[in-house]
């Protein structure tokens, strides 16, 4: 039997409600979206990586990027995001498709293929996770990625309706901020265990508003001068010894 094809989608919109353009906002001298692409290319268990933006004149500059950066560029519905992303990996040929929002600015290529792995070994449709804290997984918020068949992406696409459903893509299989599955019977949800030396749920790695983009700004320039492909134990090496002790108040 083949393996099934895992297609990741970064999502990415110039229109942003917090922090307006953070898409192309500079992270030492590449915008946020390039340097996302830049890691994700490094994953192995990946087939295909889809940069997938609206399709308005203000978002064009994002599909230049992602040309720029060699991946698959689709341009959607700009608030329905079930239809981006289903018109997006059907062109793809996709039996899993991943999730990544485009402000997880320090996305972990061994950790996406791990949930890529977990999931193809599942033995039905359902929903992985390692994006952030799901159950007790220990994982910092923004390093993973989310795993879902394509399949429930196009039954999620004829019945779920609700506009935060439309908008949110993963409130169609499950909800982080309460924990809870939208409908277990029909899409399980599973996680895996983050390795003991990075599990640090405590951290958080996005970039929604401009205080969150001065820290990644900062640690950008302390960590990619002196390895481009910096770990996740090197952000967490930074935070403790250089960044807490000077900003005692995060």
């Known amino acids: 039997m083949a393996e099934k094809r895992v297609v990741l989608v970064i999502q990415a919109r110039m229109g942003s409600t917090r922090l307006p353009g953070k898409s192309m906002m500079d992270l030492t001298g590449a915008p946020l979206v390039g340097r996302i692409l830049e890691r994700v290319k490094r994953c192995r268990r990946i087939d295909e990586i889809v940069l997938a933006i609206p399709d308005t004149p203000t978002d064009a500059v994002l599909g ?32 899993i498709v991943g999730r990544l929002p485009a402000d997880n600015a320090t996305p972990e290529p061994a950790e996406i293929d791990r949930i890529a792995d977990h999931h193809r070994g599942l033995s039905r449709p359902g929903f992985s996770s390692n994006l952030t804290l799901v159950g007790d997984n220990g994982y910092p918020d923004g390093i993973g990625a989310e795993m879902f068949d394509f399949s429930l992406l196009a039954e999620a696409r004829e019945k779920h309706t609700d506009p935060r459903q439309r908008e949110h893509v993963h409130l169609n299989f499950f909800d982080y901020s309460t924990q809870t599955p939208v409908d277990a019977a029909w899409c399980p949800i599973s996680t895996i265990p983050c390795p003991r ?11 929604n508003t401009e205080a969150q983009y001065i820290f990644m700004r900062a640690l950008y320039e302390a ?3 002196r390895n481009p492909q910096f770990h996740i134990t090197d952000i967490i090496a930074w935070y403790d010894t250089v960044y807490r002790p000077s900003h005692p108040n995060t």
């Open 64 to 95: 230049e990027v992602g040309r720029q950066y060699g991946v698959t560029v689709f341009a959607g519905s700009e608030n329905d995001l079930v239809e981006r992303y289903y018109q997006a990996v059907l062109a793809a040929g996709a039996d």
């Open 223 to 225: 960590l990619y001068p």
């Open 197 to 207: 030396e990075f599990a640090r749920p405590d951290l958080v790695l996005d970039v």
